[in-house]
Nanobody, 117 residues
């Protein structure tokens, strides 16, 4: 079993920065991809960023150039550095981990990111 513990959310003014962390524990050798989804209240869940074990990254267009995802495989932890935050980034951010097995998918507990004007 894999458990994900995420942290780093909070309240920040527009233009500020936050760094989210997602630490995996348990049977961590099964993990391939990690990343974050976000969901604003009343809106659809959106994939924000992902990173493979080998370091390949993908971002949704709205965060390109502002967010950077990375991972430390030795610590089994992914990081999402969020710079130049905008009010439209306000959402609950959920980290996830996936293995090569399509049935393997784990979620973190979620962390609230609120960006004020």
């Amino acid at each position: 079993q894999v458990q994900l513990m995420e942290s780093g959310g909070g309240l920040v003014q527009a233009g500020g920065s936050l760094r989210l962390s997602c630490a995996a524990s348990g049977t961590v050798l099964a993990i391939n991809n990690m990343g974050w989804y976000r969901q604003a209240y009343g809106k659809q869940r959106e994939l924000v960023a992902s990173v493979t074990r080998g370091g390949n990254t993908e971002y949704t267009d709205s965060v390109k150039g502002r967010f950077t995802i990375s991972r430390d495989n030795g610590k089994h932890t992914a990081y999402l550095q969020m710079n130049s935050l905008k009010p439209e980034d306000t959402a609950v951010y959920y980290c996830y981990a996936e293995g090569n097995d399509p049935d393997f998918h784990k979620w973190g507990q979620g962390t609230q990111v609120t960006v004020s004007s």
